[in-house]
């Protein structure tokens, strides 16, 4: 499987989730205030589905740069320190999926050898909690491509999004097209 199958796979069923929940909360307001009546359901439902799409959000936000850091000491040290501290930066996140994805494993054997169902679907709580442990590997698959991409010197750490140097570019691009 190549990457960009892998992307686009990433992408489209983020996609697919939103518009699930959407469709799901669409339907439920219609019917709780048009018919007043509804389905239990649809809440839990709706639930998982924003966790998973998170959970999916998150490694997605790794490999497009939409996060949000603070970043104002690296970007002033040589390109060198810089590696390194993304280096570090990204071992730690990785340590923090290892550590996570324990616990969401350790949890995910619970509920599934004590065989839990949801609330108000019949589906096993382990499968609608099996998030946890996927995104957790998701993120670490994101991050190992990283560190790769930082040992290799082709990136110097997190590519994050920058606000105000967008903003200030936007105000430069209104001023062009005002004079």
């Known amino acids: 499987m190549n990457a960009k199958f892998f992307n686009?796979?990433?992408?489209n069923i983020i996609a697919?989730?939103?518009?699930?929940?959407?469709?799901?909360?669409f339907v439920e307001v219609i019917l709780r205030?048009?018919?007043?009546?509804?389905?239990?359901?649809i809440e839990e439902l709706t639930l998982h589905i924003s966790a998973w799409m998170v959970l999916f959000g998150v490694s997605y936000g790794v490999r497009v740069g939409a996060h949000i850091?603070?970043?104002?000491?690296?970007?002033?040290?040589?390109?060198?320190?810089?590696?390194?501290?993304?280096?570090?930066?990204v071992s730690l996140s990785m340590l923090y999926c290892a550590l996570i994805?324990?616990?969401?494993?350790?949890?995910?054997?619970?509920?599934?050898?004590i065989g839990?169902?949801?609330?108000?679907?019949?589906v096993p709580k382990w499968i609608a909690h099996?998030?946890?442990?996927?995104?957790?590997?998701?993120?670490?698959?994101r991050l190992g491509t990283?560190?790769?991409?930082?040992?290799?010197?082709?990136?110097?750490?997190?590519e994050m999004a920058d606000e105000a140097k967008k903003a200030l570019e936007d105000i430069k691009a209104d001023k062009g097209l005002r004079t």
């Open 146 to 158: 990283l560190l790769l991409q930082i040992i290799r010197g082709e990136a110097t750490g997190f």
């Open 101 to 113: 994805g324990y616990g969401a494993w350790v949890y995910l054997d619970k509920i599934h050898s």
């Open 8 to 11: 686009k796979l990433e992408e």
């Open 16 to 25: 697919l989730l939103l518009v699930s929940m959407t469709l799901l909360v």
């Open 69 to 89: 850091g603070v970043d104002a000491l690296v970007k002033n040290v040589s390109l060198p320190l810089q590696r390194i501290f993304g280096i570090i930066a």
């Open 130 to 141: 099996s998030i946890l442990l996927f995104g957790m590997i998701l993120l670490a698959f």
């Open 116 to 122: 839990i169902e949801l609330e108000d679907l019949p």
């Open 33 to 41: 205030f048009g018919f007043h009546t509804g389905f239990m359901w």
